[in-house]
């Protein structure tokens, strides 16, 4: 995801697709973990992510796929940049995944997150994990609470 003329208007007169797409490039500066990992972000709206990553050899376990924790990790970056769309400083509050098919090194991984409600502070995120094929292979839900503070 690239920057774009967005860091220069003022965030009063920004779309919330704009507002949206600024927050995720604030975010993605400072996401030391997701840039380690190799995750790339590749759309944020409103209420909306949409991230990636190459399962290196490294993110393989004992069976030789890839470990829960690295794919958990994916969704819950995705799941973050969705719900901070807003410019409200929010963090999970709670969350689970659901795992429906291995995955192999080599892959590609994508997660999308949706928004299903945003209620005051609490909002309900779905994170689809797909692998190169379109596959579902994890699902995973996410509570998230919106904190004092903006991203931008």
Partial sequence: MSQTSTATKAVSEMTPEELAHATGVAMYSTDRASQWLGMELQEVRPGYARMSMRIRDEFLNGHA????????????????????????????????????????????????????????????????????????VAMFRGKSAQIKGNVV
């Fill in 65 to 136: 796929i890839c470990h829960g924790g690295l794919m958990f990790t994916l969704a819950d970056s995705t799941f973050a940049f969705a719900c901070n769309s807003y410019n409200v400083v929010t963090v999970a509050a709670g969350c689970s995944i659901e795992f429906l098919k291995p995955v192999s090194g080599g892959d590609t991984l994508t997660a999308e997150a949706q928004e299903q409600v945003l209620s005051g502070r609490h909002g309900i995120y779905d994170i689809r994990l797909t692998n190169s094929a379109g596959e579902i």
